[in-house]
């Protein structure tokens, strides 16, 4: 899959993206902290509770994170180092 999305980013010129995945146990303060726009979020909708949003972290998209809730499991640890997140700064080309 990976290999096809590159293809694809290369074909539009897509720029390089950085992209951080957060899984936490408090999605409200996670995205409250990682987000200028978003200071009054709440998970809370008509439909339900949102489990995830993605949010830019800068004004052009370059910087992006997807904070998703673990629900009412604790926070998800690295070694016992404190919340686990991802980066994944380009595309493989």
């Known amino acids: ?3 096809m ?3 694809i980013a290369d074909g539009f010129g ?3 993206v950085d992209l951080t995945v957060v899984l936490t146990g408090d999605i409200t303060a996670s995205i409250r902290t990682r987000s200028e726009t978003e200071r009054d979020f709440s998970p809370k909708r008509a439909g339900g ?4 949003k993605t949010i830019s972290l800068v004004r052009d998209f370059s910087a ?6 673990t629900g009412d ?3 998800v ?3 016992g ?3 686990l997140t991802g980066t994944r700064s380009t595309y493989a080309k």
Do not use: F, K
């Open 64 to 69: 992006t994170a997807i904070v998703l809730d």
């Open 73 to 75: 499991a604790a926070t």
């Open 49 to 52: 509770t949102v489990a995830g």
């Open 5 to 7: 999305i590159c293809v």
């Open 14 to 16: 897509t720029p390089d």
């Open 77 to 79: 640890t690295a070694a």
């Open 1 to 3: 899959m990976h290999p």
């Open 81 to 83: 180092s404190g919340p």
